[in-house]
């Protein structure tokens, strides 16, 4: 089992700035794949980035490129998200999730992760 803790969460203005953590552990996850989504009320689940733990390759969604930025640090086993001039459309629930045998091309899929932490939630006003 992996569990997945997400913590940074909060209320911002827009163009503010916000990094989320999502600290792992429990067994070997060194091939996995790390991602994080959001889910605004009443919207399906969007998946915004995702890491390979292994080589550090990124895959990020359109709306977020240039603004946020994925990184993890392998000796505290934690998954950060920078997230920069964030948009009252950002606002939603965040979820770190775990992919344990990650396939090219289905990063941006939530049925492709595996291990899934409670949530922070993010808020950006107007």
């Known amino acids: 089992q992996v569990q997945l803790v997400e913590s940074g969460g909060g209320l911002v203005q827009a163009g503010g700035s916000l990094r989320l953590s999502c600290a792992v552990s429990?067994?070997?996850?060194?091939?996995?794949?790390m991602g994080w989504f959001r889910q605004a009320p009443g919207k399906e689940r969007e998946f915004v980035v995702a890491?390979?733990?292994?080589?550090?390759?990124?895959y990020y969604a359109d709306s977020v490129k240039g603004r946020f930025t994925i990184s993890r640090d392998t000796a505290k086993n934690t998954v950060y998200l920078q997230m920069n001039s964030l948009k009252p459309e950002d606002t939603g629930v965040y979820f770190c999730a775990a992919d344990r045998s990650p396939t090219t091309g289905w990063a941006s899929f939530p049925h492709s992760y595996d291990y899934w932490g409670q949530g922070t939630q993010v808020t950006v006003s107007s």
């Open positions: 890491v390979s733990w292994s080589s550090g390759s990124t």
């Open positions: 429990g067994r070997t996850f060194s091939r996995y794949r």
